[in-house]
């Protein structure tokens, strides 16, 4: 193990999309730019298993050229999305994404992407946006970035970041090539790490999305906002096990609009209990909140889930369906998977077992309009903050935000890098960063990572899921709290190899599972109502209190859980 310098004067942390447009606008407002990525940059993170829509108001697309509604404002716009999170958004930072989306689109107009105009999809009132794969989103911003002159480090694991009093200064982790850990040093850091559903067992993100972003930040002196809001996926395959979490029901049902039927072990479609005119097709945080709660009350299916069924349609709807779908192939491939034996089962009558899966953060670490988290010299975009869509958010959503918020950041953090260069290469608590991230490696006897990454995934399920209690939340943090004294010390790596150390990445992720979990049963616990994806089920009431937002900081070396009112600057709540 080694330790190197190099100094640049924007690190980027995460190779998606919002990472890779910051890098792009840091590059083009004249910055050297480094892309640090955890796996390679194009077959990791969440980008390229998107949908790849892009939510943009019909007279922003029209204002390109493009045929659109004409009656669909950006006030619509924020009107559907604010709404939709059940008003616990920041107007904010919806509001900078409401305006600056139409810019980012007409950028990508111009560098010649290719898209459809999307359909209108449950929750937004007009067919609002475009459609552009995730692969191929993820393929054109790689170009766009490399073309502009930006650097990468790839398979980099990002551990910690580097500080000198109050400041940013750079990052430290595990280069799993090699098995070095790295200092990389920077002017300004900017977080685009994704979200950390990774640390659920149903889930439809890769496994990359664990929390590391948000760990690092908050250990800086950010604050992360509203972490206890998870969006799931409803309609994910329940079984069988190797298509576990896969969203292809979803895709084939309700998000395209297709009538299929949701239903209980007793053949009751349970919707009509929840939303009886939109059933199927209501919001997705409503959705997986009916359908978790059919498993709590104990009318779900064999392997914890509930039924979905297209038995009802003639079988000409189904065949039709690749037709007119952006994602599925005529022979039934769908992101690489062949389909064809489910949809074949599904021809011949049968219902299939699917389960809410967690698919989204809407929680993560606070960032003003300007992408500034309140640390000098760190800047968020993307996934990895919180309270842009509030408690529940809207499809196309995440792409208008991670493409005008990495503008944003780029573009800040070029600028704070002109005005705050560090004179050195020198961090206060290097050497406390470099002794976290290398003691998995050095302990010799111990516990599997892997087999305490598995307990606490199943405690974030348990606990965490789209249907809550305060027995639950309670006991899971008795729980979390027990492994973080016994097992999280214990943790050691089997293998004594440097490169492609699994059992030392995974123990790297356990640390930043703890903060991520730690942090969202403290929000679970301090919001005692139903709102969104943070359902109570002991208090379905509807709730028409004050609404605040849950802010954690570390506090003597604890995480602290605070609030704040939420603000109605644009739209005030009815």
């Known amino acids: 193990m080694s330790e190197s310098s190099s100094a640049w004067d924007v690190i980027v942390l995460g190779g998606g999309a919002a990472g890779l447009v910051a890098a792009f606008h840091a590059r083009?407002?004249?910055?050297?730019?480094?892309?640090v990525n955890k796996g390679l940059v194009g077959r990791s993170g969440a980008t390229i298993t998107s949908g790849g829509g892009v939510s943009i108001a019909g007279q922003s697309l029209r204002a390109l050229g493009l045929e659109a509604d004409a009656s669909d404002t950006e006030e619509r716009f924020l009107q559907d999305t604010i709404?939709?999170?059940?008003?616990?958004?920041?107007?904010?930072?919806?509001?900078?994404?409401?305006?600056?989306?139409?810019?980012?689109?007409?950028?990508?107009?111009?560098?010649?992407?290719?898209?459809?105009?999307?359909?209108?999809?449950p929750g937004h009132s007009s067919g609002r946006g475009i459609h552009v794969s995730g692969v191929d989103m993820q393929r054109a911003l790689t170009r766009i970035a490399v073309q502009a002159g930006v650097s990468f480090r790839e398979d980099f694991q990002s551990t910690q970041l580097l500080r000198r009093g109050a400041e940013v200064v750079g990052v430290l982790g595990l280069d799993r090539r090699t098995g070095a850990v790295d200092s990389l040093y920077g002017h300004s850091t900017v977080i685009a790490t994704g979200g950390a559903t990774s640390n659920w067992s149903l889930r439809t993100a890769p496994e990359e999305l664990?929390?590391?972003?948000?760990?690092?930040?908050?250990?800086?002196?950010?604050?992360?906002?509203?972490?206890?809001?998870?969006?799931?996926?409803?309609?994910?395959?329940?079984?069988?096990?190797?298509?576990?979490?896969?969203?292809?029901?979803?895709?084939?049902?309700?998000?395209?609009?297709?009538?299929?039927?949701?239903?209980?072990?007793?053949?009751?479609?349970?919707?009509?209990?929840?939303?009886?005119?939109r059933m199927e097709l209501a919001t997705r945080d409503m959705v997986s909140a009916a359908c978790a709660t059919e498993v709590y009350e104990g009318r779900g299916s064999p392997n914890g889930g509930v039924y979905l069924s297209w038995k009802h349609l003639p079988n000409d709807i189904i065949d039709h369906f690749p037709s007119m779908s952006r994602n599925i192939s005529a022979d039934w491939q769908w992101e690489g998977f062949d389909m064809t034996p489910l949809v074949e089962r599904i021809k011949q009558g049968y219902a299939i077992e699917v389960a809410p899966a967690a698919h989204f953060s809407l929680g993560g670490v606070r960032v003003d309009r300007g992408t500034h988290t309140g640390v000098p010299g760190l800047f968020a975009c993307g996934e990895a903050t919180g309270a842009m869509h509030g408690a529940n958010r809207l499809s196309g959503n995440a792409g208008a935000q991670v493409l005008v918020q990495g503008r944003v950041a780029g573009l800040a953090a070029a600028h704070d890098a002109r005005q705050r260069r560090a004179r050195d290469r020198l961090a206060d608590n290097h050497g406390a960063a470099f002794s976290a991230t290398v003691a998995p490696f050095e302990k010799r006897d111990g516990i599997a990572p892997f087999e305490l990454k598995e307990q606490l995934s199943q405690l974030a399920e348990t606990s965490l899921g789209p249907v809550r209690?305060?027995?639950?939340?309670?006991?899971?943090?008795?729980?979390?709290?027990?492994?973080?004294?016994?097992?999280?010390?214990?943790l050691a790596c089997r293998t004594r190899d440097l490169?492609?150390?699994?059992?030392?990445?995974?123990?790297?992720?356990?640390?930043?599972?703890?903060?991520?979990?730690?942090?969202?049963?403290?929000?679970?616990?301090?919001?005692?109502?139903?709102?969104?994806?943070?359902?109570?089920?002991d208090h379905k009431a509807t709730y028409s209190g004050p609404l605040t937002h849950s802010l954690i900081r570390f506090d003597a070396g604890k995480l602290v859980r605070h609030t704040t009112p939420v603000a109605f600057p644009f739209l005030a709540r009815p």
């Open 28 to 35: 083009q407002a004249g910055a050297s730019v480094l892309v």
């Open 83 to 121: 709404v939709a999170g059940s008003w616990l958004n920041d107007q904010q930072l919806v509001e900078s994404m409401v305006t600056g989306v139409g810019e980012e689109v007409g950028r990508l107009v111009d560098w010649g992407i290719k898209f459809t105009i999307n359909r209108r999809a």
């Open 210 to 277: 664990s929390g590391e972003g948000q760990r690092m930040a908050v250990e800086a002196g950010a604050t992360l906002i509203d972490m206890e809001m998870t969006q799931f996926l409803p309609c994910c395959l329940a079984a069988p096990a190797i298509w576990r979490g896969l969203q292809f029901p979803w895709i084939l049902g309700p998000q395209s609009g297709v009538h299929a039927w949701l239903m209980n072990r007793f053949g009751e479609r349970f919707m009509a209990r929840w939303d009886p005119t």
């Open 469 to 490: 209690t305060a027995e639950s939340i309670a006991q899971a943090q008795t729980a979390l709290a027990d492994l973080k004294n016994s097992a999280l010390p214990q």
């Open 499 to 537: 490169m492609w150390n699994r059992d030392w990445s995974d123990a790297l992720e356990c640390q930043a599972a703890f903060t991520v979990l730690e942090s969202a049963l403290l929000g679970a616990a301090g919001r005692e109502h139903s709102i969104g994806a943070h359902q109570r089920h």
